[in-house]
């Protein structure tokens, strides 16, 4: 990730040396090089991605975490809101760490911290994992109404284990 100041020193990973008088811009590529890369990778079982698609990864993923740990502490830039979204429904699990899983549910949490819990709700098993979305509800409180449509979700997707969490 890139952050640059007019007349300061950009830096791989975090903020630059701070200038008196002016804010970090935050580029955003690292999280948009990967979300390309899961698009290009496809979606299937862990056990098929090819050694090469994880090692893709798993090079990526310190570039990506320390971008998204930027971009989700400033809270004032466009940027943040969509790519929470675009995060929260990779439904890749590539490497066999698991760690993209971390991102998107820290993704989730910042989605449900900026918009509530209904958007998560919404995209439910057609863009988010199930998973993700009961992950949300057991780090935030949620309402009786979406834990109750939060259960009969889970009945209807099959994940009824998932509804036990609540």
Same mark, same amino acid.
């Given at each position: 990730?890139?952050?640059?100041?007019?007349?300061?020193?950009?830096?791989?990973?975090?903020? =630059? $040396?701070?200038?008196?008088?002016?804010?970090?811009?935050?580029?955003?590529?690292?999280?948009?090089?990967?979300?390309?890369?899961? $698009?290009?990778? /496809?979606?299937?079982?862990?056990?098929?991605?090819?050694?090469? =698609?994880?090692?893709?990864?798993?090079? $990526? *993923?310190?570039?990506?975490?320390?971008?998204?740990?930027?971009?989700?502490?400033?809270?004032?830039?466009?940027?943040?809101?969509?790519?929470?979204?675009?995060?929260?429904? @990779?439904? =890749?699990?590539? @490497?066999?760490?698991?760690?993209?899983?971390?991102?998107?549910?820290?993704?989730?949490?910042?989605?449900? !911290? =900026?918009? /509530? *819990?209904?958007?998560?709700?919404?995209?439910? /098993? @057609?863009?988010?994992?199930?998973?993700?979305?009961?992950?949300?509800?057991?780090?935030?409180?949620?309402?009786? @109404?979406?834990?109750?449509? &939060?259960? !009969? &979700? $889970?009945?209807?997707?099959?994940?009824?284990? &998932?509804?036990?969490? &609540?």
């Amino acid at each position: 990730m890139e952050v640059e100041r007019k007349g300061a020193k950009s830096t791989r990973c975090g903020r =630059a $040396a701070a200038a008196d008088d002016q804010e970090p811009v935050v580029t955003t590529r690292a999280i948009e090089d990967y979300l390309n890369l899961l $698009a290009s990778i /496809g979606t299937r079982q862990p056990a098929t991605y090819s050694e090469e =698609a994880r090692l893709a990864v798993l090079a $990526a *993923f310190p570039d990506v975490w320390a971008a998204w740990l930027v971009v989700r502490s400033l809270s004032d830039i466009p940027e943040r809101m969509r790519l929470s979204q675009r995060l929260s429904c @990779t439904g =890749a699990a590539v @490497t066999d760490e698991m760690l993209e899983l971390w991102l998107q549910r820290s993704a989730a949490l910042t989605w449900h !911290d =900026a918009a /509530g *819990f209904g958007p998560l709700l919404a995209a439910y /098993g @057609t863009r988010c994992r199930p998973a993700v979305v009961h992950y949300v509800a057991l780090c935030r409180p949620i309402s009786a @109404t979406y834990a109750s449509r &939060l259960r !009969d &979700l $889970a009945q209807v997707y099959g994940v009824v284990e &998932l509804a036990e969490w &609540l």
